[in-house]
């Protein structure tokens, strides 16, 4: 069974400083890796995936994310917070080898960033 | 806007009575999921289609419930029976294959309330 654990809550960040926030993930094979945002009363938006390849994944809006085979890790990061980064941060994994096209998400972690 | 839009975005209903939420994809999109968020935890699968074909069912989804995609365009999930656990936010997203390494768009969510 694939699985996807975000260990913080909440993340709180002062503007101008870097920001990580954690996901591990538990697959059988080769993991798909997915970071979606939420902001309040909205959809999830998509910032970034690994598929292959680099380790280091960039996106949208100035994130990108580090995957770890070893750690089994794909943590989010960004070099400089902004206030309307503040929301709600889905780490997702998906094991191509399953067969199954379903997500499994994290329970989410909260990012405040404070000015 | 060219994104995947969701129809109603806010539903109140009484405890017993039968609702039915629209989803339409992203132009071209052949592959429509739909999930569940109660408050508090990442999205859970409920089921998907690829074209008109409901390809993949999650055992959260009851006999209570049922989703069509009768041409292979919009969705529509229809809940019978309407209990107080089923109070959530339910996200549709859609996706283009045949890319192996798909990338699910996500609407901005139907929120029911059962009172």
């Known amino acids: 069974a694939q699985s996807v654990a975000q260990p913080e809550d909440q993340v709180n960040v002062a503007e101008g400083n870097p920001l990580t926030v954690k996901c591990t993930y538990s697959?059988?094979?080769?993991?798909?890796l997915f970071w979606y945002v939420q902001y309040p009363n909205r959809g999830l938006q998509f910032l970034l995936k690994y598929i292959t390849g680099d380790n280091l994944v960039k996106g949208s809006y100035g994130f990108e994310a580090e995957f770890n085979k070893s750690q089994t890790s794909f943590h989010l990061k960004k070099p400089s917070a902004l206030v309307s980064d503040s929301a709600l941060y889905f780490c997702?994994?998906?094991?191509?080898?399953?067969?199954?096209?379903?997500?499994?998400f994290g329970s989410g972690t909260r990012l405040q960033v404070q000015p | 806007d060219t994104g995947v839009s969701q129809d109603p975005r806010h539903k109140i209903t009484k405890r017993g009575q039968n609702v039915t939420f629209r989803c339409d994809p992203i132009s071209e999109h052949n592959r429509l999921y739909w999930y569940r968020q109660t408050l508090g935890q990442g999205p859970e699968f409920l089921t998907y289609f690829q074209n008109e074909a409901q390809l993949e069912k999650s055992r959260l989804l009851s006999d209570r419930f049922s989703a069509e995609r009768p041409k292979g365009s919009f969705s529509t999930l229809e809940i019978q029976r309407t209990e107080q656990g089923d109070s959530a936010m339910y996200l549709c997203?859609?996706?283009?294959?045949?890319?192996?390494?798909?990338?699910?768009?996500f609407g901005p969510g139907t929120r029911l309330l059962v009172l």
């Open positions: 997203a859609s996706s283009f294959i045949p890319t192996a390494e798909e990338t699910q768009y």
């Open positions: 997702a994994v998906r094991d191509p080898d399953t067969g199954r096209r379903a997500l499994t």
């Open positions: 697959v059988s094979g080769n993991p798909y």
